[in-house]
């Protein structure tokens, strides 16, 4: 019982880093250019998938790990300079447009990349003991890493100049304009940081989980629960809330069933939306 | 108002007509396209019906599914274990995902916007959740497989068995709803209707109450949804969990958006040019939803009014 517990939290903790980049970057298209990004699922899992080509090519994980997003992060710059330029004034519009492209990417996928779900192998295979169990020694490294480009971030959007005007866009737009800060590039830049982020944590997902063209369906939606328990456009909120879903959703399915986890944490999320809508660490 | 009236001197003998070819069609296409057809024009009642709430009312409702999956089990489930008739379970499968939509829109048309949106799709995956678990009543994803009883019209039964039969049925079923929804929205309810799309505050200093009207439409809406998923269960002879699941919501809005929102006949032409674009390109191609991808994105940038705004345009 020990044993089981310690790596649910564990695995909860592990996870809920995973979905935090995830949540950050959907958080972050939101609140700067609000725009609910139906893709972004899509993008998470396109950025598991070109891991496994890379792979699939060298043979090695890390060399996946700092190209693979970098990619994801083009098609994202060309999403965004392509299509969602015109719209993004509109949000209902925006909406549907990213779930067309979410549609035209799965299928992409699955032309290219088959239906069958497949297996990265683990890069470090080294496990140590947690009470009687093995827990992977991977699984440490992803949430070091994961919570490395957090703290990345955190001095990028706080030290830089890059940084400065993101929030100063996010806080008044035609100020903004007003003092000269080029919107529509950091528009751009917003948009290409966020696919970045949520194809990296597609391919730090990729070794636990099995890489497929629908992996990113049911990830959309728990980046959705995030966003807005933790509140639109409040990134930290994001972080903190992922950590928190992801442990109790862990823990929980010890004592429930998980679809039964899966319907409270939906009507939890209904309760937030019209109780708090701002979320729960919203101003 | 002169405008419409002109409008209906077209409208009239060109309903008649369309209607007449399509009753006429089965006599001269086999099995397949005649359950081709009949699948068309479901997913157009399912269109039409989301154009109601979102083209008129101006609600993006991604959780029609849930109403649609509703009503595909409220005929397959009293059918099945319950032992009733064919007709009561299409009545049901208006009344019963109508009841839910009041539950639903009760609680949702409190939030507007992107808000609106997404609390739409987490009540359709509560539903797609629950409809798998519940595998002793719902089948799960695996679904019920039930008979179809024949309906007693009293002058004469209608077979649903039968293929063509479905397909009158069917039709007969979507071309009155048509007929209904066309009047609701040229009635002075559909007028309240396109003024809370238009300017919801104005509306409401007008003296309009814009939440009711909103649940109003929100259930209408949601009982033809259910009757378009109660049809398809009949056609098919078969309902499943996996019908709940909100991104077959995806259908409607993009049949909707392709054919131009807010225009009803729109969605029935974006239903049918769609599924045949489909029906066409998934023998040479096996990812049918990249070319409706494509087709949505382009129409959102290029003709945000879809094939109606284009017409329209050409006219002027």
Redesign the interface.
């Known amino acids: 019982m020990a044993s089981n517990l310690a790596v649910a939290v564990m695995n909860g903790i592990v996870w809920g880093l995973i979905l935090a980049l995830i949540a950050l970057g959907l958080n972050m298209i939101f609140g700067l250019l609000h725009i609910i990004n139906m893709a972004h699922g899509a993008l998470y899992m396109l950025g598991a998938v070109a891991a496994w080509y890379f792979i699939e090519l060298t043979g090695n994980y890390w060399l996946a790990l700092g190209t693979a997003p970098l990619v994801v992060g083009g098609v994202g710059l060309a999403l965004e300079r392509g299509l969602l330029r015109t719209i993004e004034d509109k949000p209902l519009v925006t909406i549907i447009c990213t779930f067309g492209i979410m549609l035209a990417l799965q299928q992409l996928v699955l032309m290219q990349f088959g239906g069958t779900a497949r297996r990265i192998a683990l890069p470090i295979s080294f496990r140590f003991p947690l009470f009687d169990l093995q827990y992977p020694a991977m699984r440490i490294a992803i949430a070091a890493i994961s919570a490395a480009v957090m703290a990345g971030l955190w001095v990028f959007l706080n030290k830089t100049r890059y940084g400065l005007w993101m929030r100063g866009v996010v806080q008044d737009r035609e100020m903004a304009v007003a003092l000269g800060i080029p919107v529509h590039k950091v528009y751009m830049w917003t948009f290409v940081l966020g696919s970045f982020l949520a194809a990296f944590s597609g391919v730090l997902a990729a070794p636990i989980v099995s890489v497929d063209f629908m992996m990113g369906r049911e990830i959309l939606i728990m980046a959705f629960i995030i966003v807005i328990v933790g509140g639109m456009g409040n990134l930290w909120g994001s972080v903190v809330t992922a950590v928190m879903i992801s442990l109790i959703q862990g823990v929980g399915s010890i004592f429930v069933v998980p679809s039964t986890a899966t319907v409270f944490s939906l009507g939890f999320m209904i309760l937030v939306l019209l109780v708090r809508p701002q979320g729960l660490f919203g101003e | 108002m002169l405008a419409d009236r002109g409008k209906g001197a077209v409208f009239v003998p060109a309903f008649g007509a369309v209607a007449a070819v399509l009753a006429a069609l089965p006599f001269f296409v086999d099995l397949f396209y005649q359950t081709f057809l009949t699948e068309i024009l479901v997913w157009v009642l399912f269109a039409i019906s989301f154009d109601l709430i979102f083209g008129y009312t101006g609600l ?1 409702s991604f959780g029609q599914a849930l109403f649609f999956g509703l009503g595909g089990y409220a005929v397959a489930i009293p059918v099945l274990k319950l032992g009733l008739g064919t007709g009561t379970g299409l009545l049901l499968s208006v009344a019963v995902p109508a009841l839910f939509a009041a539950l639903v829109g009760y ?1 949702s048309v ?2 507007s ?3 609106f ?3 739409t ?3 359709a ?2 539903g797609s ?2 409809g ?2 519940w595998a002793w009543l719902t089948g799960g994803a695996d679904g019920l497989v039930f008979p179809a009883p024949p309906i007693d019209f009293g002058l004469f039964r209608l077979d649903l068995m039968d293929i063509r039969s479905t397909y009158y049925l069917v039709l007969a079923v979507v071309a009155l709803s048509y007929l209904f929804l066309r009047r609701m929205v040229q009635s002075p309810l559909g007028k309240v209707f396109v003024a809370i799309r238009e300017n919801e505050e104005r509306a409401r200093l007008i003296g309009y109450d814009v939440r009711f009207h909103k649940l109003l439409s929100f259930v209408i809406a949601g009982g033809l949804s259910g009757l378009a998923g109660g049809l398809y269960s009949v056609s098919l002879k078969y309902a499943s969990a996996t019908f709940l699941h909100w ?1 077959v919501s ?1 259908h409607a ?2 049949y909707t ?1 392709v054919g131009g929102a807010g225009t009803l006949l729109g969605p029935v032409l974006g239903a049918g040019l769609i599924m045949s674009l489909e029906h066409y390109l998934v023998d040479f191609l ?5 070319v ?6 382009f129409m ?2 290029l003709a ?1 009014r879809g094939i109606m705004g284009l017409a329209q345009g050409r006219r002027k």
């Open positions: 993006l609680f409190k939030l916007g992107i808000h949106v997404i609390i799709i987490i009540f995956l509560i959740t629950l798998e678990s991104s995806g809005v993009v958006i096996q990812a049918t939803d990249l409706v991808g494509a087709v949505l994105v959102l940038l945000p």
